[in-house]
């Protein structure tokens, strides 16, 4: 059974820092591309951030220098760090298994239940 479960969101002041974790089931993670997306209150889910078992991670314009996403292998755990945080930051962020090395929910094949960031000004 293919599992995706989000942890470590939360409410932070601007400029604040989380780490969100994402852990999975050892079979899925080292066979799909791995993501991070998020959907603010009212709006589409957008892709944030992703990266493949090898490779380069690839970095939405909006997040790119602030947020870094990482996986550890050995303990199947996919992270998203963010670090100088803004209100429009603000959303449900979930943890995503890809099909394809495209950051679009279309690809998406298994989704976390997501976790709420909160950044207040």
């Known amino acids: 059974q293919v599992q995706l479960e989000e942890s470590g969101g939360g409410s932070v002041q601007t400029g604040g820092s989380l780490r969100l974790s994402c852990a999975t089931s050892g079979s899925l993670f080292n066979r799909y591309y791995m993501g991070w997306f998020r959907q603010a209150h009212g709006q589409e889910r957008e892709g944030v951030a992703g990266?493949?078992?090898?490779?380069?991670?690839t970095y939405a314009a909006y997040v790119k220098g602030r947020f870094t996403i990482s996986r550890d292998i050995a303990k199947n755990i996919l992270y998203l760090d963010m670090r100088d945080l803004k209100p429009e930051d603000t959303a449900m962020y979930y943890c995503a298994a890809l099909r394809r090395r495209q950051l679009s929910p279309r690809e998406v094949e298994y989704w976390g239940q997501g976790t709420q960031v909160t950044v207040s000004s």
């Open positions: 990266i493949p078992s090898n490779g380069v991670p």
